[in-house]
């Protein structure tokens, strides 16, 4: 067996990326291991979407070149990648800056790989590929080898909205959705290998509108309620969303369909109506509460999260106290927030009135307190209630396991390795820094 090491940052399509590249990899022989020393082919499935991301890759690139120095003076050679969104957006320039790179994979090309591979073998050069077949390479996928309890599932990919700060429509390309056949065969087959949740992936993934075979287009929701039919799917979840597609279809389903998770990301990334424009969000900060009333008169608990970008281009004292307004608006469940980066190609790092690092640093510290505050209330709203658990692995502690409320908490309870894939009642007792504790109560397991 040759020895595969794959390194993913970056967002959860990454991760699902790097898990198709070695399913694609292993019947040439490769096994995946969990250190880079003496790898046969080394793999960096890196993102792009801030500043930091890409310099990362360049930085990783710096250490795995002497490993693969090392691995060549032994006699062996090592292969060394780069794939995702870097790779897409970067492109000649990571081979020009660090020619230890042997290939060159975007996002809708990893497919290619073995070809890339057998060309590498031959001594050809570099191999770069980066172009973008719409979503051939989904037919070109193996059977995923295997799953966790909860298993990432793409069924969207690519954005045409253009947000101003945003090169994910540059690296992934125009918006594209599986049809759901192919969609509904995955799921089964990673029902089949004991996945219990689908976590359905897009860019934007509520814009989802895929091809069926009798010629009629599927919403997500359609697509949610067939998938809530396969036999040992207990829950699913979908992300990241964009407010502007969040359909009636797609909103009565919270209420309707009850595999359907209570937990919804919806970022709004500012709650100024001027900077939302500048960012080209196409919604105003009232659109968005008005739709965040619409969805919890369907479902009252659900969880909402969100992404927050402090320091946008021209953002005024006023505008991030609009943001913070609209936070404490709105009450999130947890939320992810971010300083503007300037993404190379994109209109807003042309923008004049760049905001100082010092007070973007300021202004993300302030939020990021607001939204903590939030999150132990939001986690704190649970101790004393009996929730469903999904569990999913064993815990650090001994003879704990970690699981999921159907809000996404992790929760740690004490429990047998029997108990990993299945459902039960918890008790929620207490709260530390980054999970819930709880008992298994009552009845105990539910499926
Ligand atoms: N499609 C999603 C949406 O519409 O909100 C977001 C996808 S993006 C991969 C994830 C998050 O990264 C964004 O919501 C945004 O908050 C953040 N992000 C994107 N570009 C950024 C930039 N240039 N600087 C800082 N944060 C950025
Ligand atoms: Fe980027 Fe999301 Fe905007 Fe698309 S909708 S451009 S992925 S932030």
Redesign the pocket.
Known sequence: MKKLFVKTYG?QMNAYDSAKMADLLAPLGYAATDAPDGADMLILNF?H??ETATEKVYSELGRLKSLKAEKARDGGRMLLAVAGCVAQAEGEEIVARQPAVDLVVGPQSYHRLPEMIARAARQQGHALETDFPALEKFDSLPEPSATGVSAFLTVQEG?D?F?T????PYTRGSEQSRPPQAILREARQLAGKGARELVLLG??VNAYNGPSSDNKRWSLARLCDALAGIEGIARIRYT???PRDMADDLIAAHGENPKLMPYLHL?V?SGSDAVLEAMN?QHTSDDYRRLVERIRSRRPDIALTS???VGFPGESDADFQATLQLVRDIGYATA????????PG?P?STMRKQVPEELKAARLDELQKLLLAQQYAFDDSQIGKTVAVLFEKPARRDAQLMGRTPYLQPVHVQAGPEMIGRLAQVRIERRTANSLHGTLAGKGVLA
């Open positions: 967002c993102c979407i801030r954005c909205k947000c700060f945003c090169v994910v860019q934007n990241t969303s964009h970022p990334q969000r992404d927050f970008i992810f927030s971010f300083k503007y980066s300037k993404r994109t807003a």
